[in-house]
């Protein structure tokens, strides 16, 4: 394995957890890289760096970007957007990824893209249902607002300097895992 290998696996894996947050931010801020020659993508994927393609990702984002500033559309949102982040995130893999068989690209994008995604998703989107029952909502905007910066610092980061963004990855997933546990109900032990 190539060190362009490893770091587009990196970078792929950067998008993948970005996705979590915001599903097309990312997917435009890949378009982005490669409209502006800094990634080239893998050959049947190439058209995510197209005019079009950026443009179209661009308006999606707009849109994704502002709905999740609604309370309770962030919601509906969530409910849609968990199995879209698992296509995302296994989409920016296979995207990026250099060299590789399409055997071991195809597994390494669904468990390592796909799966970063959806548990990034799936804590986001507990993490938002939390807000809106203890502020009525009120308090999801604040939650949108750290979530969006969130994915466009790591799809960013991911883009100029993938091996910083698995640190970045890594942290995340620590932090949603010490939250989870924190969070959840503890069990109580009979005597």
Not at 49 to 62: F, H, N, Q
Not at 114 to 141: D, W
């Amino acid at each position: 394995m190539t060190s362009e290998t490893i770091i587009s696996i990196f970078l792929g894996v950067g998008l993948a957890a970005s996705v979590g947050f915001r599903v097309f931010l990312p997917l435009f801020v890949l378009s982005a890289a490669s409209y502006f020659g800094m990634w080239d993508l893998n050959g049947h994927w190439e058209w995510i760096g197209s005019l079009s393609a950026l443009i179209t990702l661009g308006v999606a984002t707009v849109i994704e970007v502002f709905a999740y500033f609604i309370p309770y559309v962030d919601n509906l949102l969530d409910s849609v957007a968990l199995p879209l982040a698992a296509l995302a995130g296994t989409a920016v893999m296979v995207a990026t990824i250099a060299d590789l068989d399409p055997v071991i690209t195809w597994s390494l994008a669904i468990i390592a893209g796909g799966g970063t995604a959806t548990a990034i998703k799936g804590a986001s989107a507990t993490g938002r249902l939390a807000s809106t029952a203890a502020t009525a909502g009120f308090g999801n905007p604040i939650v949108s607002f750290i979530e969006t910066t969130t994915s466009l610092l790591v799809a960013v980061v991911a883009v100029i300097a993938p091996v910083i963004a698995i640190f970045l990855v890594i942290m995340i997933l620590i932090l949603i895992f010490s939250i989870y546990r924190k969070l959840r109900p503890k069990r109580i032990h009979k005597s």
